[in-house]
Antibody, heavy 121, light 110 residues
């Protein structure tokens, strides 16, 4: 059974870098059939796509975040990671990792439970 | 790019049908058959219920259906049940590897 689990600090200071990891179990991150992605949701607000990665390392980012986002994959640990630099209070959100159907266009078929990251000094 | 437009709320009584709209532009919803719908219960992760406008993942009841006309996609929930009360979000591929979500609709089962 596929499981995705986000991990990382729940509190990040303004101007610092937010770093999260998504550990994948029950499927191989090097599968030809899927991308892997990050989505966030500010408290009480809607969803925002951050970016996706293929196991080969190809990345695709939301243009509004592209200058601050880096997504990477570690096949040896079956996990992928998100780094968001120069954070502000506006980056406070629940961050979700998800599996993405390669046969379609950015369809998230399995999601992690999400992790709340608060940006505050 | 702006978020897709959805009504903030929708409601219906058990057994009834309700339709939620998702309006975009000719650059996203109107140009691609890559509209998805997600159901989110409070405190939970979103769940995929419709993709590619009208396809249902395995395990999603056929009470959920999707359609599209022009720049507007729609999600219809038939035979409303109490457990359908949740937030619903649409998303659309927007070209150049971009994806946008809708603002979300809170569905209340009266």
């Amino acid at each position: 059974q596929l499981q995705l689990q986000e991990s990382g600090p729940g509190l990040v200071k303004p101007s610092e870098t937010l770093s999260l990891t998504c550990i994948v179990s029950g499927d191989s991150i090097s599968s030809n059939n899927y991308y892997w992605g990050w989505i966030r949701q500010p408290p009480g607000k809607g969803l925002e796509w951050i970016g996706n990665i293929y196991y080969s390392g190809s990345t695709y980012y939301n243009l509004s975040l592209k200058s601050r986002v880096t997504i990477s994959v570690d096949m040896s640990k079956n996990q992928f990671s998100l780094k968001l630099s120069s954070v502000t209070a506006a980056d406070t959100a629940v961050y979700y990792c998800a599996r993405v159907l390669k046969s379609s266009a950015w369809v998230f078929d399995y999601w992690g439970q999400g992790t709340l990251v608060t940006v505050s000094s | 790019q702006s978020a897709l437009t959805q009504p903030p709320s929708a409601s219906g009584s058990p057994g009834q049908s309700v339709t939620i709209s998702c309006t975009g532009t000719s650059s996203d919803v109107g140009n691609y058959n890559y509209v998805s719908w997600y159901q989110q219960h409070p405190g939970k992760a979103p769940k995929l219920i419709i993709y590619e406008v009208s396809k249902r993942p395995s395990g999603v009841p056929d009470r959920f259906s999707g359609s599209k006309s022009g720049n507007t996609a729609s999600l219809t929930v038939s035979g409303l049940q109490a457990e359908d009360e949740a937030d619903y979000y649409c998303s659309s591929y927007a070209g150049s590897s971009n994806l946008i979500f809708g603002v979300g609709t809170k569905l209340t089962v009266l």
